[in-house]
């Protein structure tokens, strides 16, 4: 039996019910940023003026070339077949969990070789403070990894099970070496853990009170083995209640040890933003949003054979998502040697030597004040608003009215700009010569005294 003085759910159900926890716990159910407290305002700040992140979806699946955790939906197959893996679904407030994306877990990876990859993962080349250079230099403010998927293989030095990277070849705490290189980098740092476990034997319907446990247990080892944890990504659908997972006191917990953490919506409750994944979130200034999204059309590596979205459609994604007023995570999937795929790296410096000249009409902005179109999307700061033209129409890029007063009109790379404002609305034209592909991006100062939001 375990000692109530070490077991975090012990400790949680005798934490206070102060008020700090209970207004924590009301935001985290509030899904307009407007309508939480200030408290909740302050906490997401950082996060909002970031607009850029790196997700980093890894683990010994990488030495298949298969999805990470999905490919064990068919590891009962020999590689022919695609025969179901009965272990994941928890069968537990009518969930099943056989039902999503079967492209994804494809080429299927027998049991034999899926449950022994972690016996061959050594990923000799992986440099943490290398790794999070590469985020920096994309102009990425932040940066999220798996330390555990549905998979149940930790990436971290965890007391509580085998499966985990101290027991493959590596033998390296890989989770707490990157978290030390974020530290040292000034790039904040967040952790993904996935509440549902296809390795523990627990988890299922009889003994989810035991999983739980455990899951606390886990949660509460990351956050204090690793205070610069500043960000939760939970990943479980919000089909499956906060009650699953004993939310209010697993929340209790997180908060008692971390009150300034955010934390998003796939644990039962709206949190802190929600996340879109595999499309651009649409046009939101109420709720706090971020687009999770891949080079490649998986999360982890899937081998040269995968092509790689080009320069500027990264960039447009980035563009796009700052314009919805939301977030990009932009994720990477490491090869087998720690490295991050060649050409994604490519990709990212090229969008980091752009945020380098045009970051202002990114970072601390809002979308807006005009929505999203063909054309490309807005976004503003104080009186100033950033044009981003993706897309050149047929003559004029027209707008509709705005309250306040243009007083001057440039684009930011160089170059002029000409506006007309009138009652009816502004018209926007640049020079050919002046137009920078993929993005020309047109900045509009308005008269002292006038705003955007």
Sequence with gaps: MSDPASDPLAQASRAPDDS??????????????????????????????????????WDPSSLAASEISWSKQFYADTGEHLRDNPRPSPELH???????????????????????????????MFDADQFVATAKQAGMKYLVQVSKHHNGFCMWDTKFTDHQVMNTPFHRDI??????????????????????????????????????????????????????????????????????????ELFRMIHRLRPDILVNDRCGVPGDFETPEQGVG????????ESCMTFTGFW???????????????????VRCAGGDGNLLMNVGPLPTGQIDPRESDRLQRVGAWLAHHGESIYGTRGG??????????????????????????????????????????????????????????????AAQDRILPDTVVVLELEPGAGVG
């Design 94 to 124: 009518h969930i099943h969990e056989h039902r999503m994306w079967l492209d994804w877990f494809k080429p299927a990876v027998p049991r034999e070789v899926y449950d022994h990859l972690h016996r061959s993962f050594y990923p000799g």
């Design 175 to 248: 989770l707490g070496e990157m978290s030390r290189a974020c530290d040292r980098a000034g790039i904040k740092f967040g952790v993904y853990y996935s509440q549902r476990d296809w390795h523990h034997p627990d988890y299922g319907p009889e003994r989810m009170t035991k999983y739980n446990a455990y899951l606390f247990n886990q949660v509460q080892e990351l956050l204090t083995l690793y205070p610069n944890i500043a960000l939760l990504f939970f990943d479980c659908e919000q089909y499956y209640p906060w009650e699953m997972w004993d939310g209010k």
């Design 300 to 318: 982890s590596w899937h081998g040269f054979q995968a092509p790689v979205i080009p320069y500027e459609e990264c960039l447009r994604l980035l």
């Design 282 to 289: 649409a046009y939101n200034r109420a709720r706090h949003w």
């Design 20 to 57: 700090a926890f209970e207004q924590f716990w009301a935001d985290l159910h509030t899904p307009n940023w407007a309508d939480k407290s200030p408290a909740a305002q302050r906490r997401v700040a950082w996060w909002r003026e970031a607009r850029f992140g790196m997700f980093v979806h």
């Design 369 to 430: 004040p005009w929505l999203p179109g063909d054309y490309g999307v807005t976004t503003s700061r104080g009186r100033t608003i950033y044009v981003h033209v993706l897309q050149w129409p047929e003559g004029e890029l027209r707008f509709p009215p705005l309250s306040g007063r243009i007083r001057t009109a440039r684009v930011l790379s160089g170059g002029s700009a000409a506006c007309e404002q009138t009652d009816a609305g502004v018209k926007i034209s640049v």
